[in-house]
């Protein structure tokens, strides 16, 4: 197998949205202080990092992400490489340019790049998926887009009035998944490639942080 890890750490005081609270990380029992064991505990929003939105996110009484089948988060897909600036909208265009169309039920990782700028305040303007991207997407039965942004929507400050999130809605509404900060997919632009993709099972959660990991090493009858 050749592993490539596409998710981000988490630490005290990493980047998120300023509306969501600081990660924070507490110790609670130290072997120096004379305790058995070493543990701690985290203070953690679901869409900080690396994580993956349930449908619930974007529709009230849809499904949580303890409630998706583990065979959700797993599969074939494809990483289109596309090069977009801030605000520009990525189209159906760009992705099938950027790598392989993909087939029926694989996944779609989006390429930008962005993911560079995670520890900049750049990393809030980024370019976005079109709508007609989004729908797209449904129509060709993709179940899993997964972004290196903060986002697929529009960037927060590009936001105009009644803004509704609509690739949200769109992918979300059709029970599509979406995976936000990924990182170092540039690398894999163009591929197909397994995604392995598991979130944390919480009960009620509206997302789940996720350890996201790619395996060029595709099954035997699979093609690249």
């Excluded at 929003?45 to 996110?57: N, W």
Aim: proline fraction near 9%; charged fraction near 25%; hydrophobic fraction near 40%.
């Amino acid at each position: 197998m050749a592993l490539v890890d596409v998710s981000h750490q988490l630490w005290p005081g990493m980047p998120k949205i300023p509306i969501l609270p600081e990660v924070e990380r507490h110790q609670v029992a130290r072997i120096a202080d004379g305790a058995p064991l070493n543990i701690s505990a985290i203070t953690l929003a679901l869409h900080v990092g690396t994580h993956i939105d349930a449908p619930a996110h974007a529709v009230d009484g849809a499904k949580t992400i303890d409630e998706l089948p583990i065979e959700r988060f797993a599969g074939t897909g494809v990483v289109a490489k596309v090069d977009r600036k801030p605000g520009e909208e990525i189209t159906v265009d760009d992705v099938l340019a950027g790598g392989p169309a993909p087939r029926r039920g694989e996944f779609l990782l989006v390429a930008t790049g962005w993911s560079e700028r995670f520890l900049s305040p750049d990393y809030a303007d980024h370019p976005s998926l079109s709508p007609d991207l989004a729908a797209w997407c449904v129509e060709q039965g993709v179940p899993f887009v997964g972004v290196d942004m903060i986002t697929p929507d529009l960037p927060v400050h590009r936001r105009g009035e009644g803004f509704d999130y609509p690739v949200h809605r769109t992918l979300l509404g059709a029970e599509v998944l979406i995976a936000e900060n990924l990182t170092d997919l540039e690398g894999l632009g163009g591929r197909r490639v397994h995604v392995h993709a598991y979130p944390l099972a919480i009960r009620g959660g509206d997302a789940g942080p996720a350890r996201v990991v790619v395996d060029t090493d595709l099954p035997d009858g699979e093609t690249r």
